[in-house]
T-cell receptor, first 113, second 115 residues
């Protein structure tokens, strides 16, 4: 099994550009989520999904959109990138939406100039 | 509101010595507690969790953690550190009283094990 796969691994954007970070899992996990990691701040939850067609906001949702049309995929969209969105983004999933450990992807490093 | 505190930015330990990485938490209900490890340029890997039961939890790579309800702590421990244990460690919590698997992470503690 590939686990949780994120693409791209690295991306440089200019302010105002849009892009999508892709996340796919092949473990038939019910729950998927996006975190951003910033130095000294740990990981902060952006959005999460408890199943296909169901998404909700986390701690820092502004500037990001998500959708979950299939169980496997959970893309994160930046509509108009800002320098404050420079970060490392992690997708994570778990078998159950209510319990269990999270499985993380390798991360996507985004720089907004 | 839920929160996690990792009071040490970095912990330095000599190889072969015991190590402790500290974590305290705040939740309104019963806590679900987790430890994760991150190696350079990698995603986080699950080490262990406490949901209920025995206060001493054993996990991967010889790590264990002790849940202390009165002190609201969940410190990570290992009896004998290895150089390969050097990494960034995150404590995480969620409120076990219903809700979804939304983990709140601490800021992380960098563990450096010296030969």
């Amino acid at each position: 099994n590939a686990g949780v796969t994120q693409t791209p691994k690295f991306q440089v954007l200019k302010t105002g550009q849009s892009m999508t970070l892709q996340c796919a899992q092949d473990m038939n996990h019910e729950y998927m989520s996006w975190y951003r990691q910033d130095p000294g701040m740990g990981l902060r939850l952006i959005h999460y999904s408890v199943g296909a067609g169901i998404t909700d906001q986390g701690e820092v949702p502004n500037g990001y959109n998500v959708s979950r049309s299939t169980t496997e995929d959970f893309p994160l969209r930046l509509l108009s990138a800002a320098p404050s969105q420079t970060s490392v983004y992690f997708c994570a999933s778990s078998y159950s939406a209510r319990t269990g450990e999270l499985f993380f992807g390798e991360g996507s490093r985004l720089t907004v100039l | 509101a839920q929160s996690v505190a990792q009071p040490e930015d970095q912990v330095n330990v000599a190889e072969g010595n015991p190590l402790t990485v500290k974590c305290t938490y705040s939740v309104s209900g019963n806590p679900y507690l987790f430890w994760y490890v991150q190696y350079p340029n990698r995603g986080l890997q699950f080490l262990l969790k406490y949901i209920t039961g025995d206060n001493l939890v054993k996990g991967s790579y010889g790590f264990e953690a002790e849940f202390n309800k009165s002190q609201t702590s969940f410190h990570l421990k290992k009896p004998s550190a290895l150089v390969s244990d050097s990494a960034l460690y995150f404590c995480a919590v969620r409120d076990g009283a219903g809700g979804y698997n939304k983990l709140i992470f601490g800021a992380g503690t960098r563990l450096a094990v010296h030969p």
